[in-house]
């Protein structure tokens, strides 16, 4: 098999939890470790004592996050929100365990942006080229997630899989750069949980009758929060594309390249307020990833929404400046760290 080839498969493998084994010879151990292989194969000549192989054993009932070093060593803090009288514990961080995303970075003014009065005073943003500055429109598809991953409380609540899509600015706050968030549309109104334990300000919801319990999205987002119909994902042609609907309607679809990927891992920072404080989300990421700064590999369509039309009022360029293709992929959600007073 070709290597590179070989190392992608490699690769694939390691992103579920599974262990490579390269460049193995056919014997059997009097002592230790090793696995029934059939006679058959010998002697059909499938398998030689005279060749090298790779074993890659992927476990098929892994425990989530016990033997996975990416979450060894979290120190864990709780933080007791409340919400409509209702008041919660929520144990940060908390961790994706499998999620797939596709992303964009386009450009908007600043002027605009300033004037709408997106951002708080205490953040700057980031100028990308005269004027202007950069837009993330974030694609998710969350497979499962781990709320409490201490297992401490006794009635750990279950999400079915959800998707989301999320539309921030790149600020700066003291030179440390990251994202401010100013739309999260997302699909399942029980799956609010994430971006209000995250966020806590100007809450929109499409639709009032849907709206259950939360937790999520109101702590570490204060924006603009709404829940969408519909946010689907799908391939295409050499791409991934997600369209999202709010009812009949169309707020905006992108589409991604489908880009070669490796694995990596990546630290980033979500900004928020909440009540009247400034405070910063690190968001730690493992998992196949590509990235792109060719402008034909995104494509975003805006539809006739306030969302939609907010970019557009925005003077959004729907050439992108770079995209990412990110599959498998694992999150630390947290530290949560008050910056200071917002002015």
């Known amino acids: 098999m070709d290597e590179k080839k070989l190392l992608a498969i490699c690769d ?62 979290i120190k864990f803090e709780e933080i007791k929100f409340v919400y409509n ?41 980031v100028e990308v080229s005269p004027g202007r500055c950069a837009i993330f429109i974030n694609c998710f ?25 999320s539309i921030a600015i790149l600020v700066s706050h003291e030179a440390v750069k990251g994202i401010y968030p100013f739309d999260v549309i997302n699909g399942d109104q029980g799956m609010l949980l994430g971006d209000y334990i995250v966020n806590p300000f100007n809450i929109n919801v499409a639709d009032s009758n849907r709206f259950q319990g939360v937790v999520g999205d109101y702590v570490m987002n204060p924006f603009h929060i709404q829940i969408a119909d519909s946010i689907r994902f799908r391939d295409t042609e050499g791409g ?49 990833m590509g990235k792109s700064t060719a402008g034909d590999d995104a494509q975003l369509i805006l539809g006739d ?26 999150c630390i959600i947290g530290p949560l760290n008050i910056i200071e007073r917002i002015e």
């Open 305 to 330: 929404h306030d969302v939609a039309r907010r970019l557009k009022d925005l003077e959004i360029n729907l050439q992108s400046i770079s995209c990412n293709y990110c599959t498998n992929v694992k």
């Open 85 to 125: 009288e209702l008041t919660m514990n929520l144990i940060l961080p908390f961790f994706v365990l499998d999620s797939n995303l596709i992303s964009a970075k386009f450009t908007a003014s600043i002027s605009k942006i300033q004037s709408f009065r997106l951002l708080p005073k205490n953040l700057t943003p």
């Open 141 to 165: 598809e969350i497979k499962k997630f781990e709320l409490d991953p201490r297992h401490m409380q006794e009635s750990k609540p279950s999400f079915d899989p959800f998707n989301k899509c």
């Open 240 to 288: 991934r594309t997600c369209e999202v609907f709010s009812g009949q309607k169309l707020v905006l679809k992108l589409n991604v390249k489908k880009l070669p990927t490796n694995i990596r891992i990546t630290m980033s920072a979500i900004y928020s307020q909440h009540k009247g404080k400034l405070q910063r989300l690190q968001i730690t990421q493992k998992g196949n």
């Open 12 to 73: 694939e493998a390691r992103a579920i939890g599974g262990v490579n084994l390269r460049h193995q010879k056919l014997r059997v151990h009097a002592n230790g470790a090793k696995f029934t292989i059939n006679k058959n194969y010998l002697d059909d000549e499938i398998l030689s004592d005279r060749n090298l192989y790779t074993m890659i054993l992927i476990p098929e009932f892994a425990d989530e996050t016990g033997d996975d070093e990416f979450f060894h060593g």
